[in-house]
């Protein structure tokens, strides 16, 4: 154990251990907050447990913590641009977050595809598997757009003010009933708010602790208090059969403001995470996690998915809440997350292979970035397992047209040169969502 430590912490002597503490926690949360949605009726279909325990909703509030994500995520963008420069910052950045994906699309599509031929529910089970990779996308296109966004720090006020103004006008056509594809503009403006919000973390972490602590519960009373007042969901998940506007889907002005509590106070805990993470022990667990956080979260999607068939294949079915109900869903959190660990390590393997192919098509560095966005999001409408069908928008879409885009931007994404970012890929907090 001494001697694994002892590697680890010579990989990753550069790292920021933070920042990556902050990116592994909020993946292995959200993961935790998928192993436990399942639910299974009485009736014999899968279902959100917070559709039948709407108690369960003030848990949305704790497992929601994807703002973190993104405003970790700055700190690293910028440090990797000032070092890089846009193109060569374009290039990596897309190669290194679009690799893990086209193993995993390029895998399930292969899958998926044929099993239509025998069974109806290939499509649905397509669409599952691929439906969060909208994150992947969503990230994709913000990081696309951070040698922009990184010019804008000099004046922070203005800049998430008048953002905010903006997000909150999208809002307003929800309500108002506008057209529905404007209300979908939010789902990068509000992932781009927070992550604009973390440009912000370096200073916010030298501004007095008291201070930022004391936004942090302001922020986060405005964003308890627009949820119950207003007419948004009190969850900060889409729950099914709500009637109120979502907070994630799209994202909305109360995950805005609860994003920038979140921001204010890891800024305010930030000295008591340092000392806690000085620990080389410690620190090791959160390095070997990370370097595999885009696996995790990809790979953690068909083992819930198991975990769900499984009981409904043995008609298994309790009430929501009672205490066999928390055995068995706090196992599947106890399974998921190694096993997730461990098939992220195999499908590294695959992109360790794949990952010194060089470009045939070299596309312009931002085009390779941008649609590596815009495919990763289309492919999470479309799923897997859909020959012809509609993607984001309802354009027209197709599974294996979709994974063929993903390999083209992927490959036109091939660095001129190998790229040593704050911990190169292959490396204990490298690459990959958790290391980016």
Not at 10 to 26: E, I, Q, S, Y
Not at 130 to 143: D, E, P, R, T
Not at 306 to 334: E, R
């Amino acid at each position: 154990m001494a001697g694994l430590v002892a590697r680890v912490v010579a990989a990753t002597g550069n790292r920021d251990r933070v920042l990556d503490a902050v990116k592994a926690l909020a993946l292995l949360v959200v993961v935790a907050g998928h192993s436990l949605a399942w639910h299974v009726t009485p009736e014999g279909t899968a279902v959100n447990v917070l559709e039948v325990s709407r108690g369960l909703i003030v848990l949305t509030w704790g497992f929601q913590v994807l703002p973190l994500f993104f405003a970790a995520g700055a700190v690293s963008n910028a440090a990797s641009l000032q070092r890089h420069g846009a193109s060569a910052f374009w290039l990596h950045r897309t190669r290194s977050l679009t690799t893990p994906v086209l193993v995993y699309a390029g895998f399930w599509t292969l899958v998926g595809l044929p099993m239509t031929l025998v069974s109806d529910q290939a499509q649905p089970a397509g669409r599952f598997l691929s439906q969060l990779l909208w994150f992947a996308g969503v990230y994709l296109l913000v990081v696309a757009a951070a040698p922009l966004t990184v010019r804008w720090r000099g004046r922070p006020v203005l800049t998430l003010g008048v953002w905010l103004v903006v997000i909150v006008g999208v809002d307003l056509t929800r309500i108002g009933q506008g057209p529905s594809w404007l209300g979908w503009l939010n789902l990068l403006l509000v992932w781009g708010w927070l992550h604009q919000l973390g440009y912000c973390l370096p200073a916010l972490r030298r501004a007095s602790r008291a201070a930022v602590g004391l936004a942090a519960v302001i922020l986060l009373a405005a964003a308890v208090g627009l949820a119950m007042v207003g007419p948004y969901s009190s969850s900060l998940v889409t729950v099914g059969g709500d009637a109120e506007l979502s907070n994630l889907a799209p994202p909305s002005t109360v995950l805005a403001v609860y994003g920038a509590a979140q921001v204010m106070a890891l800024a305010a805990l930030w000295p008591t995470l340092g000392r806690w993470l000085s620990d080389d022990r410690r620190w090791a667990v959160v390095a070997l996690v990370g370097a595999r956080g885009m696996g995790i979260y990809l790979w953690h999607i068909p083992l819930v998915g198991v975990a769900a068939a499984v009981a409904l294949a043995v008609g298994w079915a309790v009430a929501p809440l009672s205490g066999w109900w928390w055995l068995v869903h706090v196992s599947v959190v106890l399974v998921v997350i190694p096993l997730a660990w461990v098939v992220a390590g195999v499908a590294g393997r695959v992109e360790e292979r794949i990952g010194g192919f060089g470009r045939i098509g070299p596309l312009p560095p931002v085009v390779a970035a941008l649609g590596a966005g815009a495919v990763v999001l289309n492919i999470s409408v479309t799923g897997f397992a859909t020959w012809t069908g509609s993607g984001m928008l309802g354009l027209p879409s197709s599974a294996l047209v979709n994974v063929l885009l993903l390999a083209l931007v992927w490959q036109a994404a091939a660095p001129k040169a190998q790229l040593r970012a704050s911990g190169g890929r292959g490396s204990a907090g490298g690459d990959g969502l958790a290391g980016t």
